[in-house]
């Protein structure tokens, strides 16, 4: 089991840059694709970047790519999301969520643990 804990929300302008932080428990880290989605209100959760357990592979929405960067650092168990060139529509809560099986793909429902969420808020 894992247990994850976002950091680095809050108020930016449009255009402006902010970095999220998960940080995850467990010796087990390693194993684990890694992703962030994000719910706006009234909407359903979408995905916006997902990195395999060995960082080899990223993947991301066609709304962020370009301006949004994932990461991860097996040895300190953290997953980071770098946000530049904010827009207003990417106002959300985001969830750092792990997939037992290891690929970081799209799919939410391949996502077993998540964490409690993050605000993001863009201002126009």
């Known amino acids: 089991q894992v247990q994850l804990v976002e950091s680095g929300g809050g108020l930016v302008q449009a255009g402006g840059f902010l970095r999220l932080s998960c940080a995850a428990s467990?010796?087990?880290?390693?194993?684990?694709?890694m992703a962030w989605f994000r719910q706006a209100p009234g909407k359903e959760r979408e995905f916006v970047a997902g990195?395999?357990?060995?960082?080899?592979?990223?993947y991301y929405a066609d709304s962020v790519k370009g301006r949004f960067t994932i990461s991860r650092d097996n040895a300190k168990n953290t997953v980071a999301l770098q946000m530049n060139s904010l827009k207003p529509e990417d106002t959300g809560v985001y969830y750092c969520?792990?997939?037992?099986w290891g690929s970081g793909t799209s799919s939410l429902t391949d996502y077993d643990y998540w964490g409690q969420g993050t605000q993001v808020t863009v201002s126009s």
């Open positions: 969520a792990a997939d037992r």
């Open positions: 467990g010796r087990t880290f390693s194993i684990y694709g």
């Open positions: 990195i395999s357990r060995n960082g080899g592979s990223t």
